[in-house]
T-cell receptor
Framework: ETGVTQSPTHLIKTRGQQVTLRCSSQ?????VSWYQQALGQGPQFIFQ???????GRGNFPPRFSGLQFPNYSSELNVNALELDDSALYLC??????????????FGQGTRLTVV | SQQGEEDPQALSIQEGENATMNCSYK?????LQWYRQNSGRGLVHLIL?????REKHSGRLRVTLDTSKKSSSLLITASRAADTASYFC????????????FGQGTELSVKP
């Protein structure tokens, strides 16, 4: 078990709705990254936050947004949900700006289903 | 987009046998990491190898890295049924923000 917790574990939403996923990072880790994993695929990088500022973004539209709080916990918000947003959303915490020079610790993920 | 390919996509072996998974990538890297995922849940870090390293060991795991061929392999020796999982390689390039870029993964099944 890592020290990274995500909530909720499962979620069902209707197309067009908005969703907020939450992540508490491991103690002492100041960088949080979010990944989307479709069924049968590897995780895809959404964005990364370092000390409350976005520090890199993958190829995802602006309706995917995030926040990092002073305690380094984080939220992922997705607006105007589409059926293709159905996936496992993973949060990972690590130390240091600009890169995962050491291991990343992943939460158990939130399984989002859009119907 | 994915960094590269993993080979094979699926692997089925008997307990006690060795399992070898390969990973190829496209761009220069600072390090390459291997992760394990059970049943579509969170990923667990297994091992990290830096671009100036060629081989690394951790318990029953052996990782090699060939930067000239842009490839890596993960060997699990004396496999156990509990090793059944999906295995992913992920590359890191500090010039690209240091994010993890994952391959598609190898699904390993170890039969008792």
């Amino acid at each position: 078990e890592t020290g990274v917790t995500q909530s909720p574990t499962h979620l069902i939403k209707t197309r067009g709705q908005q969703v907020t996923l939450r992540c508490s990072s491991q103690s002492g880790h100041n960088t949080v990254s979010w990944y989307q994993q479709a069924l049968g695929q590897g995780p895809q990088f959404i964005f990364q936050y370092y000390r409350e500022e976005e520090n890199g973004r993958g190829n995802f539209p602006p309706r995917f947004s995030g926040l990092q709080f002073p305690n380094y916990s984080s939220e992922l918000n997705v607006n105007a949900l589409e059926l293709d947003d159905s996936a496992l959303y993973l949060c990972a915490s690590s130390v240091g700006q600009g890169g995962v020079s050491t291991e990343a610790f992943f939460g158990q993920g939130t399984r989002l289903t859009v119907v | 987009s994915q960094q590269g390919e993993e080979d094979p996509q699926a692997l089925s072996i008997q307990e006690g046998e060795n399992a070898t998974m390969n990973c190829s990538y496209k761009t220069s890297i600072n390090n390459l990491q291997w992760y394990r995922q059970n049943s579509g849940r969170g990923l667990v870090h297994l091992i990290l190898i830096r671009s100036n390293e060629r081989e690394k060991h951790s318990g029953r795991l052996r990782v090699t890295l060939d930067t000239s061929k842009k490839s890596s392999s993960l060997l699990i020796t004396a496999s156990r049924a509990a090793d059944t999982a999906s295995y992913f390689c992920a590359t890191v390039n500090y010039n690209q923000g240091g994010k993890l870029i994952f391959g598609q993964g190898t699904e390993l099944s170890v039969k008792p």
